[in-house]
């Protein structure tokens, strides 16, 4: 007989446990399947984000943030260091250590909650008396509520073979065994330009190749403008406007042949190539015909603006639906599906999610851009607030970038904030706090700020729309 919950999540990431937490917080039967297994081995939770994604790239961003500051900028504070050299095996496998701690903490909270762990591949088999059925390895369990978090997977290119060894996706792009002379990346997106700084850090020769005109579009201009100034002056060396073509492999290397915008051909020879040119929803052989659901062009499951789809006891949330790929934004998904399912009413407002991107200094919005605003045709003003006049980021040497804060013209509510900053991603949470709370420019100008403190070029950049900033 199959076994029975109220909730089965298919899909342990961050969308998926999340989901499966708040529902056994709610009080249902909840039960999770997740096939992932990582080297060892091991059954493990957390899906890409914490075994090839979020946290294993950011721990090594940190420890090779650590390595360039010793080598480059601890001199200017009077602290003089040689002989500096990097174990890659030690740094990675501190990278595999937290990845261990993160994804143990996962098992804890489901035991916790009381969440039934199923171990293997979820295929959806068909509805019986509106319960939906579900093989998971050799056990059959049957839904009163089907919640799809299976994330998504690296994009790969037609004719160019990811082995993960000389050509890499995210996953072999965390695991190099050592640091590459030359290092090409395919895609100045976001995974791109981080893991292309990690390794420029530790002293590769990175050379990036992106198709698309223009560097980074999706964020404000100025903000693209000044990030490109920044990382082509670290030595990250980057062409736009590129077509690949013909990417052979060889026992010396790599080389990849494409075109330049200007219609000249030219070849990158590299040791190493990363490919990392956007994901895809890992919507195959999930069985969703079984059930009179299916995929749209581009892979992704439809679904309305709380995450149903066209069955009202299965809903889908995460990098399978629209909307950015963003752990938050897929946690935000699970929690909202979670208290549907129990009859409350959540809502989630998308313009007020926001993006970050991990590079040093790192750059973090929420809201529009500027040229949103101007398409729009919706009157505004901006107020943009430089760290290089503020006194804790110069003490941290740190003093790059700018907060920019674009409110209404008429009733000053804030539409957008961009930032360029070491401390970006933590600055842009009291952005998306007071965008939540329709809060004015004004609101966060009035507000006290600590000092000395980077938070404080918030409050001149919000000061700064109405022209008045104070330290400038």
């Not at 040119?277 to 890992?282: F, I, Q």
Request: glycine share 10%.
């Amino acid at each position: 007989m199959a076994k029975s919950v109220d909730v089965l999540v298919i899909g342990a990431g961050p969308a998926g446990y999340i989901a499966a937490i708040r529902a056994a917080q709610l009080g249902f039967t909840t039960a999770c399947a997740e096939k992932w297994v990582n080297p060892k081995g091991d059954n493990v939770l957390g899906g890409t984000c914490l075994n090839v994604g979020c946290i294993p790239s950011k721990a090594l961003l940190a420890s090779s943030e650590e390595f360039d500051k010793i080598n480059h900028h601890v001199a200017e504070h009077g602290i003089s260091v040689k002989d500096v050299s990097v174990d890659v095996g030690r740094m990675t496998s501190r990278k595999d250590e937290i990845v261990g701690k993160m994804t143990k903490g996962i098992e804890f909270l489901f035991r916790k909650n009381k969440i039934t762990w199923l171990k293997g591949q979820a295929t959806i088999q068909g509805q019986n008396n509106n319960l939906i059925r579900v093989q998971v390895g050799e056990e059959v369990v049957e839904a009163k509520n089907l919640i799809i978090a299976t994330g998504s997977k690296a994009r790969h290119l037609p004719g160019v073979p990811v082995d993960n060894e000389i050509i890499c996706d995210n996953e072999g792009a965390l695991s190099l065994k050592a640091v590459p002379k030359r290092l090409g990346v395919i895609g100045a997106g976001v995974i791109g330009l981080e893991l292309g700084s990690v390794w420029r850090r530790l002293g590769a020769d990175v050379s990036i190749l992106e198709a698309a005109p223009d560097f980074l579009a999706a964020c404000d201009e100025s903000v693209s403008k000044d990030a490109f100034k920044l990382f082509t002056g670290q030595g990250l060396k980057i062409q736009m406007g590129v077509k690949i073509g013909e990417v052979k492999k060889s026992a010396k290397g790599v080389e990849v042949h494409y075109s330049t915008a200007s219609g000249s051909s030219e070849t990158l020879a590299c040791d190493r190539l990363i490919v990392s040119v956007g994901r895809v929803p890992n919507t195959d052989n999930l069985g969703l015909e079984s059930i009179g659901l299916a995929t749209d062009e581009r892979g992704f499951i439809p679904v309305d603006d709380h995450c149903r789809t066209k069955l009202s006891n299965v809903f889908a949330i995460g990098d399978v639906v629209r909307g950015p790929m963003l752990a938050h934004k897929g946690e935000d998904e699970g929690v909202m599906v979670a208290e549907i399912i129990a009859g409350q009413k959540p809502h989630i407002d998308y313009n007020c999610i926001p993006w970050v991107i991990y590079t040093s200094p790192e750059i973090a919005w929420v809201g529009e851009t500027e040229q949103q605003l101007k398409a729009e045709g919706r009157s505004y003003k901006a107020g943009v607030f430089p760290f290089a006049a503020n006194g804790r980021a110069l003490g941290m040497g740190e003093s790059e970038g700018f907060v920019k804060i674009l409110a209404d013209a008429a009733s000053d509510e804030i539409l957008g904030v961009h930032i360029v900053s070491s401390g970006a991603s933590d600055l842009i949470a009291e952005a998306a706090v007071a965008m939540e709370f329709k809060a004015s420019a004004e609101d966060i100008a009035r507000i006290c700020h600590p000092h000395p403190s980077l938070s404080e070029v918030m409050r001149e950049a919000a000061l700064a729309t109405d022209k008045r900033a104070l330290n400038m």
